[in-house]
């Protein structure tokens, strides 16, 4: 049973096509994240949703839309998409939004090649 | 945040303890320290957290010294499957487990 599963693992497409990955966790979290590692490596929080509300939303271009039709799904969709647009994106739930012990429990990243 | 600095890179013998330091100077009276590891091409993987006592589960064990300016995750008998990356990690605010922002962490290397 994968806990926190995203599709596609592997995602090539050219500059300017719009593109989704899917998120599904089935841990019975009501909080669920987007991260993007980059080229260097650094791993970094773009979203969060709890129960379908979006928290946080950090300094992502307009073109990045996260959306959740159920606290168990969190998608990510990217319009016209660039070079630099090219990582691993990782999706991510907890239990709860914040405080002690919250532990984060992360996909296994989809790798996104723009060419 | 409260920022961390660690090593960028550690070798350990297999069978052996892998200690691995962070230092977090900066760290405020609620902050917890939260250790993650990202084995390659995976995603990354929780470990332990703790705010002032020392903890120990299944995984490793986490000493956070008595000023709360540093620790050690100690990982008691490494194996080659616990090369990976270990991020120290300090979210901000009370608890803060929710808004992990990840350095460039430790690559520990376990070898025969």
């Known amino acids: 049973d994968t806990a926190v599963s995203q599709t596609p693992k592997y995602l090539v497409t050219q500059m300017g096509n719009d593109k989704s990955i899917k998120c599904e966790q089935n841990?019975?979290?009501?909080?669920m994240y987007w991260y993007k590692q980059d080229s260097k490596k650094f791993l970094k929080i773009m979203f969060s949703?709890?129960?379908?509300?979006?928290?946080i939303n950090e300094t992502v271009p307009n073109r990045f839309s996260p959306k959740s039709p159920d606290k168990a799904h969190l998608n990510l969709h990217i319009n016209s998409l660039e070079l630099g647009d090219s990582a691993v994106y990782f999706c991510?739930?907890?239990?709860?939004?914040?405080?002690?012990?919250?532990?984060?429990?992360f996909g296994e990243g989809s790798w996104l090649t723009v060419v | 945040d409260a920022k961390t600095t660690q090593p960028p890179s550690m070798d350990c013998a297999e069978g052996r303890a892998a200690n691995l330091p962070c230092n977090h100077s900066?760290?405020?009276?609620?902050?917890?320290v939260y250790w993650y590891r990202q084995i390659h091409s995976q995603g990354p993987q929780y470990i332990i957290h703790?705010?002032?006592n020392n903890e120990t589960n299944e995984m490793a064990s986490l000493i956070i010294t008595e000023d709360r300016k540093s620790s050690t995750l100690i990982l008691p008998h490494a194996t080659l499957r616990d090369t990976a990356v270990y991020y120290c990690?300090?979210?901000?605010?009370?608890?803060?487990?929710?808004?992990?922002?990840f350095g460039t962490g430790t690559q520990l290397k376990v070898e025969l």
């Open positions: 900066t760290i405020s009276g609620n902050e917890y």
């Open positions: 841990l019975g979290h009501d909080t």
């Open positions: 703790g705010l002032k």
């Open positions: 949703y709890n129960n379908k509300e979006l928290i």
């Open positions: 990690i300090v979210p901000p605010g009370e608890g803060g487990g929710n808004k992990l922002t």
């Open positions: 991510a739930s907890s239990l709860w939004t914040g405080g002690a012990g919250n532990t984060i429990y």
